[in-house]
């Protein structure tokens, strides 16, 4: 069992930039992957970004266009999620996932089924 809990989130203008935290406990934080999902009523989730056990392996969702940066603080159990030149589109609420105990394979990191616990989620606002 892993628990995660996010923070960071809030309300900003078009452009503006928020930096989104994900601390994890429960388990070795170093052979874990952790993944940043968005969803808003209506709507699919949305894989974001997502840093892949035991290696510096970042992986982004398409409509990140180089907006995004996902990091790992292994020394605090934390990753970030550094979110530039924000749009209205990227209003939702942000879900930090972990993933443990299995073979990680290319595709796994933006499937959302292949996680094993997530956090409370935080909101994301951009105003027009």
């Known amino acids: 069992q892993v628990q995660l809990v996010e923070s960071g989130g809030g309300l900003v203008q078009i452009g503006g930039s928020l930096r989104l935290s994900c601390t994890v406990s429960?388990?070795?934080?170093?052979?874990?992957?952790v993944g940043w999902f968005r969803q808003s009523p209506g709507k699919a989730r949305e894989f974001v970004a997502a840093?892949?056990?035991?290696?510096?392996?970042?992986r982004y969702g398409d409509f990140v266009r180089g907006r995004f940066t996902i990091s790992r603080d292994n020394a605090n159990n934390a990753v970030y999620l550094q979110m530039n030149s924000l749009k209205p589109e990227d209003t939702s609420v942000y879900y930090c996932?972990?993933?443990?105990?299995?073979?990680?394979?290319?595709?796994?990191?933006?499937?959302?089924?292949?996680?094993?616990?997530w956090g409370q989620g935080t909101q994301v606002t951009v105003s027009s």
């Open positions: 429960g388990r070795s934080f170093s052979s874990i992957t």
């Open positions: 840093i892949e056990q035991g290696a510096d392996n970042f």
């Open positions: 996932e972990a993933a443990a105990g299995r073979t990680w394979y290319k595709d796994y990191s933006q499937r959302p089924d292949k996680y094993d616990d």
